[in-house]
């Protein structure tokens, strides 16, 4: 039986994150979760301070073409090994994380409705949505806490690149989507995508 594939889009800081974890821990190993942020492209050739100036939010930042063969495992039943990334470090990670195939994978970041082929591999297409101040006051909290960012470099991030980016691939992507949830901690829809999940999972054929 071929899984069913959800993309979980949304800008930066819009709660995709806690709508898709809030899932993952409502359904656990009953699914699979694969994160965009995981395929950011390595940079071992550049010096930290050359990475933080680089632009992480435009397409080309990341290696879809990884996480489209990766899916596309996934889809035949075959586990993957993904990458991880070092934010604090603003490089892909030494460490791997292996996936397992499932009847219900997601697909998790801000820029997965963005790409054609990434759309056509999804059977569901969400989008978190959230005002810009709020998104924003967010990604300060998160990434000065989990990221071990500084407030500073995290406003600079956010004025050259993220805001800009944001408006030019990340915004028009809302149309594409089948669902727009307002806030990833809209309780009436998470509610509506879970009954969904289950019903898939309920399935037998």
Known sequence: MKPVIIG???GTGSGKSTFTNRLKK???????VIYHD???KAHDDMSFEERKLLNYD?????????MLSHIALLKEGHAVVAPTYDFANHNRAQETVLIEPRRVIIIEGILTL???RLRDMM???IFVDADADERILRRVIRDTKERGREVQNIVDQYLTTVK???????EPTKRLADIVVNSGKNPVALEIIKNTIQ???DKKV
């Open 199 to 201: 019903s898939i999972l």
């Open 123 to 125: 059977d569901i297409k």
């Open 58 to 66: 435009h397409p080309d930042a990341f290696d879809t073409e990884l």
């Open 114 to 116: 963005y790409d054609k």
């Open 26 to 32: 409502a359904f656990g190993d009953n699914i699979s």
């Open 8 to 10: 979980i889009a949304g």
């Open 38 to 40: 995981s395929y950011y």
């Open 164 to 170: 800009p980016m944001h408006y030019l691939y990340v």
